[in-house]
């Protein structure tokens, strides 16, 4: 199979394994291009391709952009902070007046769970979701698979948690579901408040006790808590949740074996995670970044091919 199932990449949840194995294939060449000294391919040198952030971004825009660049396509870049969304203009006008320039591809990341769906629904480019809200960050969920499978040979049958503010991270659903596919089994650790109630119907483990939990595991993905979403208090203090949930250095040592440490970032150096554990040889979190390039110029590179000329 060359060609991507689908039309547009809205959530992981539309992939068929077949999808993601061909995302992951295609990020191998291109890993190979962003190594060498000359990293950019002339593939998309016809296409051009809108970066829309509706919410603040470092990793994910700075890597979209380049994955477009690499790819030699012609990029725009809006931001809804300076923009006439700041006057009441609303999204799909917005879209539309930016396709009237004749836009291929739209990236977007936006506050709605939908908003990428829903765009995709109503106009004829292709759409890549960026995040939406708490719902899914595809691109994300794919580069997290695709870092296990570069450190470990491969997903399936491996144990992963992913520890933290589940309730609010976009990014733990799209782990799920592309773990889930490629056949790993997922956990979720984290206070009572901060887990979804009805998360195990999505197959998953639920686990309250980090230890534990980093026992079970060969992967640990340690989530931010999302205090920018956090509309009441789910647990008394960040020092009390860094006691009870952040992974020390200690901790990470003194387990059954030696365990991956993941994190999609930004990281909150001493609440999540401390230091000693972000910058040690069993971290991956730098590579993560490495790969978001590759696995998104895969995702561009798959999605062009469907643009009808």
Request: glycine fraction near 6%; hydrophobic fraction near 40%; charge should be neutral.
């Amino acid at each position: 199979m060359n060609n991507l199932s689908v039309e547009h990449l809205t959530g992981i949840r539309d992939l068929t394994a077949e999808d993601i194995d061909l995302i992951f294939k295609t990020a191998d060449s291109f890993k190979d291009v962003i190594n060498r000294p000359i990293k950019k391919v002339p593939s998309l040198r016809d296409i051009t391709i809108a970066n829309l952030f509706f919410e603040n971004s470092t990793r994910t825009r700075l890597s979209f952009e380049l994955a477009e660049k690499r790819l030699s396509a012609d990029v725009v870049n809006f931001s809804a902070s300076s923009s006439s969304v700041k006057k009441g203009e609303t999204l799909v006008d917005t879209v539309n007046n930016i396709l009237s320039m004749k836009v291929d591809m739209v990236v977007m990341r936006h506050p709605n769970p939908g908003a990428a769906k829903f765009l995709s629904d109503r106009i004829g480019a292709r759409v890549i979701n960026a995040g939406d809200g708490t719902h899914e960050h595809p691109t994300q969920g794919l580069l997290d698979a695709y870092s296990i499978r570069e450190r470990l040979g491969e997903v399936k049958g491996k144990k992963v948690v992913i520890v933290g503010d589940i309730l609010h991270s976009r990014v733990a659903l799209s782990n799920i579901y592309c773990l889930q596919k490629l056949g790993a089994e997922v956990m979720v650790c984290g206070p009572t408040t901060l887990i979804p109630k009805y998360i195990h119907e999505l197959g998953v483990k639920v686990s309250h006790n980090l230890r534990e939990a980093l026992n079970w595991c060969d992967v640990a993905n340690m989530l931010r808590i999302q205090l920018e979403r956090q509309e009441i208090k789910y647990f008394p203090s960040l020092r009390e949740y860094s006691m009870l949930f952040g992974l020390n250095k200690a901790l990470l040592d003194s387990l059954d074996k030696k365990i991956i440490i993941m994190h999609p970032g930004p990281i909150n150096r001493g609440v999540e995670i401390t230091s000693d554990v972000a910058d040690s040889d069993q971290s991956i979190i730098l590579n993560q970044v490495e790969n978001g390039v590759a696995i998104r110029m895969a995702v561009i590179y798959l999605l062009a091919a469907k643009i009808e000329r």
